[in-house]
């Protein structure tokens, strides 16, 4: 905000090395579950100063400044509000809105039970996605939230890209060595 209380018309930097995301949308694993399934993890959204808001379980949204709910973050998608908005009001401020609309959801989902497969952090995110009409899609959901991570998020360094896959990588390796030698073996 400057001096007068108006938000500012130039974004934050992104800085990984210091776990800073603004105007990005935010992913962790999941203890044991990302190890099975590792494009399936735990999202929040970052307001353009930098706060990630994770619906983190029942009542409850987590807000911290360089984590999710469920640890450090490991990928993240950052937004062009000025290419990615959609705002349906002339003139409006796409960063005003961002932030609003990620308060929204944020009070939206503290009043909400939370549930692995409908009412989860992507429900929370696809909320706040869907009123801003981001990138002129407003029928956001978790699906498709997890094929756009997919595709378009980074991953904050190697070492968090290994601490997502090296769990599945070596369950699956020690998976197929069982295999093999059991079947060489006639067991």
């Known amino acids: 905000r400057d001096a007068g ?3 500012s018309e130039e974004m934050l930097p ?6 800073f995301y603004p105007l990005c949308i935010v992913w962790s694993p999941i203890p044991c579950l990302t ?3 590792p494009i399936v993890g735990h999202l929040g959204i970052v307001t353009s100063d930098g706060i990630v808001n994770d619906f983190a379980g ?6 911290s400044r360089n984590k999710t709910g469920f640890g450090n973050i490991t990928k993240y998608w950052c937004i062009d509000p000025k290419k990615d908005l959609k705002l349906l009001s002339p ?3 796409e960063i005003e809105a961002w932030d609003r609309e990620v308060g929204k959801a944020s009070c939206a989902y503290e009043g909400m039970s939370h549930n692995l497969i409908t ?16 990138r002129d899609i407003s029928f956001w959901n978790t699906a498709l939230l997890i094929i756009y991570m997919a595709i378009h998020s980074k991953y904050v360094s190697w070492g968090r890209l290994f601490a997502t896959w090296g769990p599945f990588l070596v369950m699956s390796t020690v998976a197929i060595v069982l295999s093999v030698t059991m079947r060489t073996s006639g067991i």
């Open 14 to 19: 992104v800085d990984p090395r210091t776990d």
């Open 119 to 134: 009412n989860n952090c992507h429900a929370h995110v696809a909320m706040a996605l869907n009123q801003l009409h981001f």
């Open 35 to 37: 190890w099975f399934l």
């Open 58 to 63: 029942p009542y409850y949204i987590h807000k």
């Open 5 to 7: 209380g108006s938000m």
């Open 91 to 93: 003139g409006a401020n």
